[in-house]
């Protein structure tokens, strides 16, 4: 399994959320889903993405702690 990097990551939720802004209306207007049911799942991954991002920006932190607690065994 090949592993994604955390910016192609982000780059596919930003793509999911896109998406979602375009066919969710359209999915409530239909009645085949709930606006508030809509809201929840778009928030939750703007969520992931807020996520994402703050750990694409403390990368080289993460990185050393990582390092520092593989080193202390």
Same mark, same amino acid.
């Given at each position: 399994?090949?592993?994604?990097?955390?910016?192609?990551?982000?780059?596919?939720?930003e793509r999911?959320?896109?998406? @979602?802004?375009?066919?969710?209306? @359209?999915?409530?207007?239909? @009645?085949?889903?709930?606006?508030?049911?809509?809201?929840?799942?778009?928030?939750r991954?703007?969520?992931?993405?807020?996520?994402?991002?703050?750990l694409e920006?403390?990368?080289?932190?993460?990185?050393?702690?990582?390092?520092?607690?593989?080193?202390?065994?």
């Open positions: 399994m090949t592993r994604s990097s955390l910016q192609t990551q982000i780059s596919e939720v999911e959320l896109e998406q @979602r802004s375009r066919v969710y209306p @359209r999915l409530v207007a239909k @009645r085949s889903m709930k606006e508030a049911e809509a809201r929840i799942h778009t928030e991954m703007e969520d992931v993405l807020a996520t994402l991002r703050f920006s403390h990368r080289e932190q993460f990185l050393a702690l990582v390092k520092e607690k593989v080193s202390a065994g």
